[in-house]
């Protein structure tokens, strides 16, 4: 079975451009979030979906920051414009059902904003 | 205040030997759920365990246990006869309220703890 898929897996783009960050999560699952880890603040929470639906994007940082999921296989995290400190590594995770308690993690996508 | 605090940032342990990973959490929630998530060099977040805190036995999965103290409100992971391979950072995570109802799903992670294991 294909794990959750990210892309691009590497992203470098200069400040001011529009970057747009893509998953599908595993099939059947319906519930998807997104994560931005770096070294001063870890791993956080910047959205998740349930059945495609935004439930919590309190994480989300500012308006330049937008997140959807048009359909149940996929979900794209867009940074516009990009800056610096956007500079990250972006996971996407889906979870089976809301009786089951893993999430699968993508391989995460690097992103460096020059 | 920190939801999941992991108070060592980096620790050795020997080849073969068992070691413990400290983890400790902060909620109010009567129904919550407790990760290890393993992240290797190469980046990608590997499910390890998982302890409910109804669960009234420590959960195991092969070499990894989950020392689970809920009055301490501990969630320690150990790693019994380390390999090289698992050296890694290793992250603790909860996930509060309930599982049924789908209404709440994220996880809050603590800034985890490198391990390196000797030859």
């Known amino acids: 079975d294909a794990g959750v898929i990210q892309s691009p897996r590497h992203e470098v783009t200069e400040m001011g451009q529009e970057v747009t960050l893509r998953c599908k999560p595993i099939?059947?699952?319906?519930?998807l979030f997104w994560y931005r880890q770096t070294m001063m603040r870890g791993l956080e929470l910047l959205i998740y979906?349930?059945?495609?639906?935004?439930?919590?994007d309190s994480g989300m940082p500012e308006d330049r920051f937008s997140a959807k999921m048009p359909n149940a296989s996929f979900s794209t995290l867009k940074i516009q414009p990009s800056e610096p400190r956007d500079s990250a590594v972006y996971f996407c995770?889906?979870?089976?059902?809301?009786?089951?308690?893993?999430?699968?993690f993508g391989p995460g996508t690097r992103l460096t904003v020059t | 205040a920190q939801k999941i605090t992991q108070t060592q940032p980096g620790m050795f342990v020997q080849e073969k030997e068992a070691v413990t990973l400290d983890c400790t959490y902060d909620?109010?929630?009567?129904?919550?759920?407790l990760f290890w998530y393993k992240q290797p060099s190469s980046g990608e977040m590997i499910f390890l365990i998982y302890?409910?805190?109804?669960?009234?036995q420590n959960a195991t999965e092969g070499r990894y246990s989950l020392n689970f103290q809920k009055a301490r409100k501990s969630a320690n992971l150990v790693i019994s006869a380390s390999q090289l391979g698992d050296s890694a950072m290793y992250f603790c995570?909860?996930?509060?309220?309930?599982?049924?109802?789908?209404?709440?799903?994220?996880?809050?992670f603590g800034k985890g703890t490198k391990l390196s294991v000797k030859p």
């Open positions: 995770a889906s979870r089976g059902s809301a009786l089951s308690y893993e999430q699968y």
């Open positions: 099939s059947g699952h319906n519930s």
């Open positions: 979906f349930n059945n495609n639906v935004p439930i919590d």
């Open positions: 909620t109010s929630d009567q129904s919550y759920g």
């Open positions: 302890q409910g805190s109804y669960d009234e």
């Open positions: 995570a909860m996930r509060e309220g309930p599982f049924y109802g789908g209404s709440q799903g994220n996880l809050i």
